[in-house]
């Protein structure tokens, strides 16, 4: 399957709902550190539901420790100063997924360090900002699961 990778991120609803997510969709998920909120607050809870399962999910101190941490496989940094569009990628069992926090995005030092073809994003209107960031942790990592023929899935 797929590891998804939240860098810093700062709204606990959203990494709820990618908790949820991914516990539906089979990845495993990656938090790297710091965090805007406490991995037992409320709303983190309510959004995660009982999908809170902690053995698919992952928590790195910094950056450098999640690098370790997938070390060998392909990461795509998702973002919208990607280069090539999402769905135009042909994915692997074991591809990562980096997105960055919600306010900001991923930061220059990491986008510098990705290749430029490994800088996805997913179409949007011209005048649009960006998406919520559960939404395309959704939309990327479903296609990536619909190219593996949605293995393990029902």
Same mark, same amino acid.
């Given at each position: 399957? *797929? =590891?998804?990778?939240?860098?810093?991120?700062?709204?606990?609803?959203?990494?709820?709902?990618?908790?949820?997510?991914?516990?539906?969709?089979?990845?495993?998920?990656?938090?790297?550190?710091?965090?805007?909120?406490?991995?037992?607050?409320?709303?983190?809870?309510?959004? #995660?539901? =009982?999908?809170?399962? +902690?053995?698919?999910?992952?928590?790195?101190?910094?950056?450098?420790? +999640?690098?370790?941490?997938?070390?060998?496989?392909?990461? +795509?940094?998702?973002?919208?100063? #990607?280069?090539?569009?999402?769905?135009?990628? @042909?994915? %692997?069992?074991?591809?990562?997924?980096? +997105?960055?926090?919600?306010?900001?995005?991923?930061?220059?030092?990491?986008?510098?360090?990705?290749?430029?073809?490994?800088?996805?994003?997913?179409?949007? %209107?011209?005048?649009?900002?960006?998406?919520?960031? @559960?939404?395309?942790?959704?939309?990327?990592?479903?296609? @990536?699961?619909?190219?593996? =023929? *949605?293995?393990?899935?029902?």
């Amino acid at each position: 399957m *797929f =590891d998804i990778a939240l860098y810093e991120p700062e709204i606990a609803p959203n990494t709820g709902n990618i908790m949820r997510l991914v516990r539906n969709n089979g990845c495993r998920l990656h938090l790297i550190e710091p965090l805007g909120f406490d991995l037992q607050e409320k709303k983190l809870r309510r959004a #995660g539901l =009982d999908y809170m399962d +902690f053995g698919h999910i992952s928590v790195h101190a910094n950056y450098g420790d +999640f690098l370790a941490a997938v070390a060998g496989n392909r990461l +795509f940094a998702c973002t919208t100063k #990607g280069s090539q569009l999402h769905h135009k990628v @042909a994915y %692997q069992a074991g591809d990562v997924l980096l +997105f960055g926090p919600e306010t900001r995005g991923l930061p220059p030092s990491v986008l510098d360090s990705i290749e430029p073809a490994q800088r996805i994003r997913v179409p949007m %209107q011209a005048e649009s900002r960006s998406l919520n960031l @559960a939404n395309a942790v959704a939309i990327i990592s479903y296609e @990536a699961w619909r190219q593996q =023929d *949605f293995i393990g899935g029902q």
